[in-house]
């Protein structure tokens, strides 16, 4: 007899893109626009076996991207081809006291992209210029694209004093896109930006990023974006993984222009790997501030908006204010396990942590937290939009709130498209009271109202469920779920009978890819109909 299967009873489907925060689809047609503006390019190709006066064509290719760069015109991609790239102090172009920059990205217009199917990695290891910062990838041009590479190794050779260094650098380049990049396992900030506008910084990965002592532990961040001026508008970061670094995962402390945080994840920053201390500043989100010196600040203070981002086990807050002069905007956002979870301090003037007050002008919308250290909100003052909060609205969170709370999933690898793993981590199960708990913002959501936090249940698509007969056994396969997350089998004689009352048959785990696969032994009285039911 046929057996006719059924989707799970998370039945919302909507594509992908549909579920990105609006600012983020902005910024992707932004993207998308500059990519079209090509008509006349010329490709180049990049090989670790490649020389400088070949003529960077697919079968003799350049060792070099700054031989790419030299050569490319605006609108031209440059191919980098997999395999490491063991760069050495005879690759440095330019010094400007204190950097040494190894790749000086002047040229506007053009695309360095991983090689399709294939992984280019810069190795900085052996780039220790003697008093310089090391600045890997110093970006002034506009409109270009660096995509899908690794950049490791990056130095510090100064010691003791205050200094850093920078995987990647954006001192004026506007209208750039950085994507699927990962910065990892070095000395120096994952990607950083002082100057520019309007740049885009996509599912990229930056970990293990560890200053080399007292003098840089506590500079070294993720991702970094600090606009000195207020025409550095429209930068967006989203999509983005940061874990491990010495400091902070992001940070726009003296950002002279508001910085967008969508979609993020930021975990055990201020620790090493083996979870030891790092004396960095160890914040999850640190979406603000000017310091404590009196530096300049603009008027009005920038409103920076950190909406869809997930804070996990860092050291100290996981979203931070840091002695803002100003109103922040926090929506959706997930906090688990952080010191504080959320700390809003805020100050009036920036000459003296004696100026320091509790947080105001903030507006915190649809946010969750759960299982803070010490506190899930410190420094909340009265002046503030408040309302649809975990903390705010009459509700319990616990455990039993989420799919599961297994960290392990966090660092699994992206999907195919780049995008972040579809994980259960912090996912809401569905008879869980923060579904639906929320209030419209304008963000695409599934069910009566938006949930609580940075995941919405039923947002993603269902699962595929197939069935096969081989021999005595039923099988069910699919995929699609989230990763780590359980799912029970149902079924039922009749397809009209209410979910509650279709009789489980079976309880399995999507693993790591969203895959899973149940054999059950054939009742001999067979019910018609199947159902994939998620928590
Ligand atoms: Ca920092
Ligand atoms: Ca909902």
Request: proline share 5%; net charge negative.
């Amino acid at each position: 007899m046929p057996f006719v299967t059924e989707r799970s009873s998370q039945s919302t489907v909507a594509p992908a893109v549909a579920g990105l925060p609006l600012t983020l689809k902005m910024a992707l047609a932004i993207g998308i626009w500059l990519s079209a503006n090509s008509a006349f390019s010329a490709t180049w190709f990049v090989a670790t076996n490649g020389l400088d006066s070949n003529d960077g064509s697919s079968n003799s290719p350049f060792a070099t991207l700054m031989k790419a760069q030299a050569a490319a015109s605006s609108g031209d991609t440059v191919y980098l081809r997999g395999g490491t790239y063991s760069l050495d102090n005879s690759n440095l172009t330019a010094t400007n006291s204190p950097w040494a920059i190894v790749n000086d990205l002047t040229r506007s217009g053009v695309s360095y992209l991983g090689y399709p199917g294939e992984l280019p990695v810069f190795d900085f290891s052996n780039v220790k210029p003697a008093g310089y910062r090391v600045t890997a990838f110093l970006v002034t041009a506009n409109n270009c694209v660096f995509k899908g590479f690794d950049v490791v190794g990056v130095q510090v050779t100064i010691q003791t004093n205050h200094t850093q260094s920078e995987d990647f650098r954006v001192a004026g380049g506007s209208f750039n896109r950085f994507e699927r990049l990962r910065m990892h396992d070095g000395m120096g900030n994952g990607w950083y930006l002082t100057d520019g506008a309007s740049n885009l910084v996509l599912n990229c990965d930056a970990y293990n990023n560890r200053g080399l002592d007292s003098g840089s532990l506590g500079n070294t961040d993720g991702f970094g974006c600090h606009p000195a001026h207020t025409s550095g508008k429209g930068n967006v970061l989203a999509g983005c993984r940061a874990w491990f670094n010495s400091d902070d995962g992001y940070d726009c402390i003296n950002a002279f222009a508001a910085v967008t945080f969508s979609n993020c994840w930021s975990f055990y920053n201020g620790y090493f790997t083996n979870f030891a201390n790092s004396t960095g500043d160890g914040n999850g989100f640190k979406s603000g501030g000017y310091g404590v010196s009196g530096t300049a600040y603009p008027t009005p203070v920038p409103r920076h908006v950190t909406e869809f981002c997930l804070a996990v086990g860092n050291r100290a807050n996981g979203f931070y204010a840091n002695h803002h002069l100003g109103g922040l905007d926090w929506f959706d956002n997930t906090a688990y396990g952080n010191e504080v979870n959320y700390n809003l301090l805020c100050s009036t003037n920036n000459t003296s942590l004696a100026y320091d007050v509790p947080g105001y002008d903030q507006v915190m919308k649809n946010n969750l937290g759960y299982a803070a250290r010490y506190a899930e909100v410190s420094n909340l003052g009265t002046s503030n939009d408040v309302t649809f909060n975990y903390f705010t609205l009459p509700l319990t969170v616990t455990g039993t709130d989420f799919m599961t709370l297994d960290e392990s999933l966090l660092t699994l690898p992206r999907r195919t498209n780049g995008d972040l793993p579809y994980l259960a981590f912090a996912q809401l199960t569905g008879g869980s009271d923060l579904v639906d708990a929320g209030t419209n913002l304008g963000f695409p959501f599934a069910g009566a109202a938006p949930d609580l936090g940075a995941f919405e249940y039923g947002l993603n698509p269902a699962p595929t469920l197939k069935l096969v007969q081989p021999g005595m056994d039923l099988v069910v396969a699919g995929s699609g779920g989230p990763a780590g997350g359980t799912n029970y089998l149902v079924a039922a004689g009749n397809l009209a009978l209410p979910m509650v009352e279709w009789t489980p048959v079976a309880t399995n785990q999507f693993d790591n890819e969203g895959k899973f696969v149940i054999t059950n032994a054939i009742p001999a009285a067979p019910p018609a109909f199947y159902r994939l039911k998620l928590q």
